[in-house]
């Protein structure tokens, strides 16, 4: 029975090939290939011959989520393993999970049921040590600003200006405000500081947006750590650590090569939150795919007013690519709480509810054609769906012209998302008229306009006086004309959670702009989202343990 088995003891079962075999059947030269373990490698993308014809991008996004996820690894994985069933050369690029979420609320990033990569438990737990390298060298560089003003501070940096936090990868609401340097002369000079999660810090955008070694290096160079004393903007360069910060990354820059339960080739690399962060895989991982098969299926986190919106903006700009097609994956019970279901009554049939709760999938089919893009829709299904709802979707999108296959990967894997792999074809065969929504020689406030009245169906934007002064300043040091990434809440298309559906005539209020050089992007915090989230009542972290032969129990 299906329907009671868990993501962790599906994967148990299933049977892997050796990684070296996945590497073989994709081209990859032997000498690209170091593996780690029998079903890990890193591939070293230098050794990856470029393709004239390069490989076309489908683009997995969704409507707004609830808190568990709408199952957009899922039916990212499933639609990779369709297209490998129908005959397509095909690589699945992922982002890799944060231990954040894994021990607190919403669970792995491996995807569910028979749409999974494998080992799910590796890839949850620690992988090939990508983000341990990316903390080390954010704290690494922590501690070399401390160090350098104990030292004698001959850069002048204001200690109450320095905007560099350090990062943790765990939800850790206790680090957030935090007094350091305390207990006398030998120990430091006192400063206030607070951690943000591993995924929000700038080192992970960097090595996401990053061409490759020598773009890291200069990225990192160019990273502000704060102001001196004369509001002067100190730089990593200025500290003169970028080589070292490098050096920590060097092998957490190659992309990690796995298999989905189907031997499905994956790309997992690069990691940041889409609320916090901009929510793509890394370009080095996209790029190595689109050179190795001609389908690459990614995702972007969260809803299409983050994660895709971010992939348009950032990562298209950043890597010269851009979607060829995007899936948005909706799901009844998502909907139905975005037509005002309550959360714990989501088994229930309530057509009523669902059909109410559209507008919020209109609203993200809206952003996409905004875009130059014709949507598909996969109706993700889920056991607790009735016939009655599943109709109701269907035919809602059937009247208004909206191609939609009902997706079954979660139960059948590839098998049941073939319907969806050739709809997405059909819209691979078009020429593609993406462009994007603003150009960057747009004022800070006039990008974010655009956002929100473009993306979030909102009607304006409010700064407040804090972050007017910091546009203002950034634009005075001349960092004005870089995209936007916004940190905004996933369950609302504003910036209020709670406002579900497809909210209107609301306003965003812009409490800090801070400024990322290295990554190339200004983030706008709003709301009361914050870059270092807490765990819940009750963490997932509770019901995990380990079996005496070693293996996981409880990774859902
Ligand atoms: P997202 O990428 O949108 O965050 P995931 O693909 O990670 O979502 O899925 C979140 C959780 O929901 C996983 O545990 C997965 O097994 C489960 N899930 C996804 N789709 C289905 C489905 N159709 N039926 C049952 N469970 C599902």
């Known amino acids: 029975n299906v329907e009671t088995l868990s993501d962790l003891s599906i994967a148990k079962n299933a049977k892997m090939q050796p990684i070296r075999k996945i590497s073989d059947e994709l081209g990859i030269p032997e000498d690209a290939v ?124 204001d200690p109450r200006r320095i905007i560099w936090k350090r990062v943790l990868d765990m939800n850790d609401r206790a680090l957030r405000h935090i007094t350091i340097g305390l207990g006398g002369p030998t ?16 080192i992970m955008a960097i090595l996401c947006l990053a061409k490759d070694l020598s773009d890291l290096k200069e990225r990192l160079a160019q990273i502000v750590i704060g102001y001196t004393y004369a509001k002067e903007p100190v730089t990593v360069r200025a500290l003169g650590v970028e080589g070292a910060l490098t050096l920590l990354l060097k092998e957490a820059l190659k992309p990690n090569l796995v298999q989905t339960i189907e031997g499905t080739p994956a790309l997992i690399h690069g990691g940041p939150f889409a609320n916090i962060a901009h929510g793509c895989n890394s370009i080095i991982a996209t790029k190595t795919a689109m050179n190795l098969a001609d389908v690459v299926v990614t995702e972007a986190g969260f809803g299409a007013d983050l994660g895709a919106e971010k992939f348009m903006h950032i990562k298209s700009r950043q890597g010269d690519l851009s979607p060829d097609a995007v899936v948005i994956v909706a799901t009844i019970r998502a909907l139905k709480m975005q037509g005002g279901k309550q959360k714990d009554l989501l088994k229930e049939e309530d057509v009523t509810a669902l059909l109410k709760g559209t507008n919020n999938l209109e609203k993200h089919i809206d952003t996409i054609r905004a875009f130059g893009i014709e949507p598909v ?44 792999a050739k709809l997405v074809l059909n819209e691979l065969e078009k020429p593609s008229n993406f462009a994007p929504l603003y150009s960057v020689s747009d004022t800070i406030e006039q990008k974010v306009r655009t956002i929100v009245q473009q993306v979030y169906g909102g009607k304006d934007v409010v700064f407040t006086d804090a972050a007017k002064k910091q546009i203002d300043q950034i634009t005075a040091y001349g960092w004005d004309a870089l995209p936007i990434c916004m940190a905004k809440t996933q369950y609302s298309l504003s910036d209020q959670p709670k406002l579900l559906g497809r909210p209107t005539d609301f306003t965003i209020t812009v409490r800090e702009v801070i400024p990322k050089l290295g990554a190339g992007f200004l983030v706008c915090l709003t709301g009361d989202i914050m870059t270092m989230p807490g765990l819940p009542k009750k963490p997932a972290a509770l019901n995990m343990d380990v079996s005496e032969d070693g293996s996981a129990i409880g990774l859902f």
């Open 187 to 202: 120990q430091g000079i006192p400063r206030e500081d607070g951690f943000d999660i591993t995924v929000a810090s700038e």
């Open 377 to 420: 829709v996969a109706l993700n299904k889920f056991f607790t769906d009735t016939t009655a709802e599943l109709n109701a979707l269907l035919s809602w999108c059937e009247e208004r012209s909206i191609a939609i296959a009902l997706t079954e990967v979660w139960e059948k894997g590839g098998a049941g998302g073939v319907e969806l």
């Open 34 to 157: 170091e593996q780690y373990g029998h079903y890990k490698a890193k591939i070293d993308p230098t050794k990856i011959a470029v393709k004239t014809n390069l490989g076309k991008v489908v683009l997995v996004t969704a409507i707004s989520p609830t808190a568990a996820g709408e199952g957009k690894s899922t039916v990212t994985v499933g639609l990779a393993d369709a297209m490998k069933k129908i005959g397509q050369s095909v690589v699945v690029a992922l982002r890799e999970p944060s231990l954040g979420p894994v021990m607190g609320v919403k669970g792995g990033a491996t995807g569910g049921g028979f749409a999974q990569v494998l080992p799910m438990e590796e890839i949850n737990l620690h992988f090939n040590g990508d983000l341990h390298a990316i903390t080390t060298a954010n704290n690494a560089l922590a501690a070399i600003i401390d160090n350098h003003i104990h030292q004698g501070n001959e850069l002048q940096i």
